[in-house]
């Protein structure tokens, strides 16, 4: 899967919110949408469809946060 910031991500890699939240982690790629959970917690986490994360995730921490 592709970002924002034009990197190749997977399951288990660390991602980032365009808005600067995360990191996340990509804890579940296998099914129709991607889970992205937040690192430190239990509960909070995201779901995308794939071709979603090249609009709203960043490999990277976007600058300015």
Not at 20 to 39: F, H, K, M, N, S
């Amino acid at each position: 899967m592709r970002t924002k910031d034009g990197h190749t991500v997977g399951q288990g890699d660390l991602v980032w919110a365009v808005n600067g939240t995360g990191p996340y982690v990509i804890a579940d790629a296998e099914g129709r949408l991607v889970y992205l959970q937040l690192v430190g917690s239990d509960t909070d986490g995201l779901f995308f469809e794939p071709g979603d994360l090249a609009l709203y995730v960043c490999k990277n921490r976007p600058k300015g946060y």
